[in-house]
């Protein structure tokens, strides 16, 4: 899983949707984007949307607002390939045929000032990519039947040929031993196990390392919709995740829920080998709330006895 995250969540957070959450202090625009929508394929018809000019990265596994043409903000959900899903139920949220988020029937739109959005621009791409009359509409030119949303194609205007910025998650601040995430809402400390290190990437979505010196603990984010387009149950991931073969927990089992600190956490353990030892790698799930990921802990005995529970015990909200 490590490289496979590459793709898969830009998750601009302070711009996702949280039901029943708090406004968003300074909420602004994130900068320019543009609606697309592909002409063939199994996605024919549906719509993504791209954040950069040259089309190479787009909004995915993630609810994101959006201002259309017409200055209505809206909020879509947008699938792990980039998606826009339509017509379903997604976090208790309902969307209607065009992907927007509808409350008794109204489709919800949020004030200039209250959240963060991209702004659909019918000419964001153009200046990189040039189109010809076959291939989009006239500069400022809608489909007429969605008003909102720019009709483009040729190469590029696919999210399968597009990068999603995968840093959609915040990495923690070290300070000694100890280590805080207000993205993820928590703080742990390692008292005299071993000082933590942060080893965010773009790829693999780890946010911190520690050791002892035999036994490994590593924190990490993983979208909850990795194995199942559209799953939000953390359930269902642990089950995915323990089925996994790279993640190294076949034949291991998940057991019950363990409370760790502040957190209740879905556990899975599997013995590891040790001719003296009831030795165990542990894997430690919970959704990180008010967004789409899982945070997933792993501890990895390697033979030794450090469990690291006495640090996972100290995890505290921080917010």
């Known amino acids: 899983m490590k490289k496979s995250l590459r793709r898969v969540s830009l998750s601009v957070l302070t711009g996702a949707l949280v039901l029943g959450g708090a406004m968003v202090a300074n909420a602004q625009s994130l900068g320019q984007g543009q609606w697309l929508k592909s002409e063939s394929g199994e996605h024919a018809g549906d719509y993504w949307f791209t954040v950069d000019p040259d089309g190479k990265k787009c909004i995915a596994n993630t609810w994101h607002w959006v201002k259309d043409n017409d200055?209505?903000?809206?909020?879509?959900?947008?699938?792990?390939?980039?998606?826009?899903?339509?017509?379903?139920?997604?976090?208790?949220?309902?969307?209607?045929?065009?992907?927007?988020?509808?409350?008794?029937?109204?489709?919800?739109?949020?004030?200039?000032?209250?959240?963060?959005?991209?702004?659909?621009?019918?000419?964001?791409?153009?200046?990189?990519?040039?189109?010809?009359?076959e291939q989009?509409?006239?500069?400022?030119?809608?489909?007429?039947t969605k008003p909102n949303k720019v009709v483009s194609k040729g190469q590029g205007d696919n999210p399968a040929s597009a990068q999603a910025d995968a840093l959609g998650y915040a990495i923690s601040d070290v300070n000694g031993y100890v280590a805080t995430n207000n993205w993820a809402n928590y703080s742990i400390n390692f008292g005299s196990i071993a000082r933590p290190v942060t080893k965010g990437t773009a790829e693999d979505g780890i946010?911190?390392?520690?050791?002892?010196?035999?036994?490994?603990?590593?924190?990490?984010?993983?979208?909850?919709?990795?194995?199942?387009?559209?799953?939000?149950?953390?359930?269902?991931?642990?089950?995915?995740?323990?089925?996994?073969?790279?993640?190294?927990?076949?034949?291991?089992?998940?057991?019950?829920?363990?409370?760790?600190?502040?957190?209740?956490?879905?556990?899975?353990?599997?013995?590891?080998?040790?001719?003296?030892?009831?030795?165990?790698?542990?894997?430690?799930?919970?959704?990180?709330?008010?967004?789409?990921?899982?945070?997933?802990?792993?501890?990895?005995?390697n033979g030794y006895e450090q469990d690291f529970l006495s640090a996972l015990n100290t995890i505290a909200k921080v917010r």
């Not at 949220?93 to 065009?98: H, I, K, L, S």
């Open 136 to 144: 989009a509409p006239a500069q400022g030119q809608t489909n007429a």
């Open 207 to 301: 946010d911190l390392y520690v050791t002892d010196g035999g036994s490994e603990l590593t924190i990490r984010y993983v979208p909850l919709s990795y194995y199942k387009a559209g799953n939000t149950d953390v359930n269902a991931f642990a089950a995915s995740y323990l089925a996994d073969k790279r993640e190294g927990m076949t034949g291991g089992k998940i057991d019950a829920d363990i409370q760790l600190g502040a957190y209740t956490f879905k556990q899975i353990t599997k013995k590891a080998p040790h001719p003296q030892f009831e030795l165990y790698d542990h894997t430690y799930i919970r959704p990180v709330e008010g967004t789409s990921y899982a945070q997933v802990i792993t501890v990895k005995q």
């Open 71 to 133: 200055g209505k903000i809206r909020c879509y959900y947008f699938d792990a390939n980039g998606w826009v899903v339509k017509n379903t139920v997604i976090d208790g949220a309902t969307v209607d045929a065009d992907g927007r988020w509808v409350e008794n029937g109204q489709v919800v739109e949020a004030a200039e000032g209250e959240k963060d959005y991209y702004e659909h621009s019918s000419t964001f791409i153009s200046a990189l990519r040039p189109k010809t009359e």
